[in-house]
């Protein structure tokens, strides 16, 4: 499966958008981008995934850019429970390795 | 969304002794599984993906005998930890792929806290 790059870190007002990029070059045709954070001590919690297309769900909204080389998470009201680490990752539809890279730590200030 | 449960969630173990995690997919039905473990402040590290009926594939370096998975059927895998030492501390996270939709997706457990004294 492609690896992904995220930034380490990364602060956002409450009550503004929250930008997430992540760069997945190596993703191939078949490969979904999936989304998921971590909140201290719990396991990962899925937020969103596509293909090509951009997706909005209750949580957030995934913008993937027309090559899929990279894509952004975008939470559009920051609260502060928004806090967390969140995780880019890339998936095959086969049944592939599933692995994290470092994910961004999100820090949704008041 | 989906659920995946584990259990326990917490369990404290002497050294020497073997552990058993189960990780159950409640509404889905699993075609992969997959094992994880987590040290403070890192990222999540992939142990063993399993298939239904299937043995585990094991990622380089973990100990296939000391980390035993079983994935005897589509809604459940454990993950038993033999003759467990302080080393093998550590938060163990299942996760379990299935079909939901169009796509496959995957879920993740809450996670275990091992603590071996």
């Known amino acids: 499966d492609a690896k992904t790059t995220q930034p380490p870190s990364m602060d956002c007002a409450e009550g503004r958008a929250a930008n997430l990029p992540c760069n997945h070059s190596t993703i191939s045709g078949n490969e979904y981008v999936y989304w998921y954070r971590q909140i201290h001590s719990q396991g990962p919690q899925y937020i969103i995934h596509?293909?090509?297309n951009n997706e909005t769900n209750e949580m957030a909204s995934l913008i993937i850019t027309e090559d899929r080389k990279s894509s952004t998470l975008i939470l559009p009201h920051a609260t502060l429970r928004d806090t967390a680490v969140y995780y880019c990752i890339v998936l095959g539809t086969n049944a592939g390795k599933s692995t994290f890279g470092d994910g961004t730590t999100l820090t949704v200030k008041p | 969304g989906a659920v995946v449960s584990q259990h326990p969630s917490w369990v404290i173990c002497k050294s020497g002794t073997s552990v058993k995690i189960e990780c159950r997919s409640l509404?889905?039905?699993?075609?992969?599984m997959f094992w994880y473990r987590q040290f403070p402040k890192q990222s999540l590290m992939l142990m063993a993906t399993s298939n239904e009926g299937s043995k585990a594939t094991y990622e380089q370096g973990v100990e296939k005998d000391k980390f035993l998975i079983n994935h005897a059927s589509l809604t459940l895998s454990t993950l038993t930890v033999t003759s467990a030492h302080p080393e093998d501390s550590s938060f163990y996270i299942c996760?379990?792929?299935?079909?939901?939709?169009?796509?496959?997706?995957?879920?993740f457990g809450p996670g275990t806290r091992l603590t071996v004294l």
């Open positions: 596509g293909l090509k």
């Open positions: 996760s379990a792929r299935g079909r939901q939709g169009m796509t496959d997706t995957q879920y």
């Open positions: 509404d889905f039905q699993a075609t992969t």
